[in-house]
């Protein structure tokens, strides 16, 4: 097993090359998530890569789906997948679709893609845990654009009301959509308030890159019996590439060759935390 | 070859000098679908819905109501699947002026896939009442149908694509709301398309010349309403019909044309779409390759179709 400091190298450098050979897909909200991604398929979750579908464990659904190349990365670099394959992103009969497909490749617990239903679906395993008296978790991310749309609240209400003390949703809070920041797009305001005004255990992670950080609100996380919690982590989009870093042109467009390169060299130095 | 996407943004530009009522909705994808353009020139009419298609068709509904001409853009996907139940109750029931403009419709979308990719579109909105379908074939059809959709009186849906698309009008199409396109006359076979099948119904047609087949190519871009004289006029000289499209073979284009022909004079018919199944990733010219969406595969069908 990798470290946690290694998991975040090799992985943003795996969402690099991948979106490179693909000539497309979207960097920026996959370098904001790496941490999160990394901490919980490394140290957190009840898995088993040799035995995905394993009878209780924990799940993760990455809501986001269009940061399709930091799953891949992570179950590829967690032993789910060889990762020599990640470079098949995005091509015409790869397993490696543009948004991930739980029927392609081991690890993925639903399909997403379209964006506000990964929690939905979310709250339904949740839900599914508790039926068959599970003490796992699930874990879902989404983006802060993500929150626009009016399932999200649906899904975050319902979760409530069924006190689903087992569902730990993260909040990518970058501050970037693809027409800009999200305060100028759908201005969010103050997403502590309302997902405390919704009823979730919330908490402020000031920095959603420092694995201390999210390692001790997921522990207090879990110290709740009677309902969901929200992580809303402050992060940067295009987070360790510092062309990408705030970038909003870098949602959903490929590094060139020389772009790339950079791109690498920047992350064989680059420390998180 | 052209860009659908660019002559929508022009006509929007366009439209908005003209006339001081037309608003423009987007959901966080002003850059993909070019209503961009409209916000550069119209800043003050534009409105930017966020990751929301629900709530911009309702405000695209409430701003209809209240005289307002308003053109909604997202992906297709989106557009027409997830604010659909909007579309039908508040849009198309209360038959308000909502001009639904999608683009990234059909697998040519590429890379995404099959999230991104709505080949079912065509026929969810076909079934609503009161909605107009209309399926652009490049991008001078685009402008005029979008020049068009202005003009007329209440919802209609305009369906685009992302990818390039060879041209099939030279610089001006006449695009009608009545009647359709007959582009190449032929009295053996008659072959229908929309969307980015035109220009390649077109090219099979001048192979089937080489065999001495005459094969008449129609541009089907008002699948709703369906310009019945133009379609049955065709197969009552051909009596046989080939349906070409970037969709569903459930109830798209080549649905509409069976619900003609099997009412009011039946011919024999085959149908070139995608077959029941979700799109995938890949290159846009791999796909429609993939999805046997090209010209030999007419060539192909035709000849079955004339054998039957
Ligand atoms: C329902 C839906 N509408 C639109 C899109 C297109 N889309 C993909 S990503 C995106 C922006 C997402 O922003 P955010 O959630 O903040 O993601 P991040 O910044 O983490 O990449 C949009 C609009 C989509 N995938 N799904
Ligand atoms: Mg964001």
Known sequence: MYTLQECQRLIRQDIIRMTSAAKSGHPGGSLSAVEILALLYFEIMHIDPTRPKMEDRDKFVLSKGHAAPVLYATLARRGYFDPAELTTLRRLGSRLQGHPDMHSLPGIEIGTGSLGQGISAAVGMALAQKLDSSQRYTYVLTGDGELNEGIVWEAVMAAVHNKLNNLIIFIDENGLQIDGATCDVMNLGDLVKKFEAFGCNTILIEDGHDYERLRSAIASAKTVKDKPSALVCKTVKGKGVSFMENNPAWHGKAPNVEETKQALGELEAYQNG | ?308
């Open chain 2, 1 to 308: 070859m052209g860009e659908m996407r660019k002559m929508y943004g022009r006509a929007l530009v366009e439209l908005g000098e003209e006339n001081e009522n037309i608003v423009v909705l987007d959901a966080d994808l002003s850059a993909s679908t070019k209503t961009s353009m409209f916000c550069a020139a119209h800043g003050n009419r534009f409105f930017n819905a966020g990751i929301a298609e629900q709530n911009m068709m309702g405000m695209a509904a409430g701003l209809a109501a209240s005289g307002k001409v308003v053109f909604v853009s997202t992906f297709a996907v989106f557009g027409t699947g997830r604010a659909y139940e909007i579309t039908r109750n508040l849009v198309c029931g209360n038959n308000l002026n909502v001009k639904i403009v999608c683009t990234h419709a059909g697998v040519s979308v590429g890379e995404d896939g099959a999230t991104h990719q709505s080949v079912e579109d065509i026929a969810i909105m076909r079934a609503i009442p009161n909605m107009k379908v209309f399926v652009a074939a490049d991008a001078a059809e685009a402008y005029e149908m979008v020049k068009m959709a202005a003009k007329i009186q209440g919802p209609c849906y305009v369906r685009l694509t992302r990818s390039t698309s060879e041209d099939v009008y030279n610089d001006k199409a006449d695009f009608s709301l009545q009647t359709s396109q007959v582009l190449a006359e032929g009295s053996d076979i008659s072959i229908f398309a929309c969307g980015l099948m035109v220009s390649r119904a077109l090219q099979a047609a001048k192979e089937l010349k080489k065999e001495n087949i005459h094969a008449e190519v129609i541009n089907l871009s008002q699948i709703k309403p369906i310009d019945k004289e133009t379609i049955l006029k065709s197969v009552k000289k051909t009596n046989c019909a080939l349906a070409c499209e970037e969709h569903s073979v459930i109830g798209g284009m080549g649905s509409a044309l069976a619900e003609v022909f099997s009412r009011h004079y039946p011919v024999k018919m085959d149908f070139l779409g995608i077959e029941d199944r979700f799109g995938t990733s890949g290159k846009a010219s791999e796909l429609l390759e993939y999805f046997s969406l090209t010209t030999e595969e007419i060539v192909k069908r035709a000849h079955r179709l004339l054998e039957r």
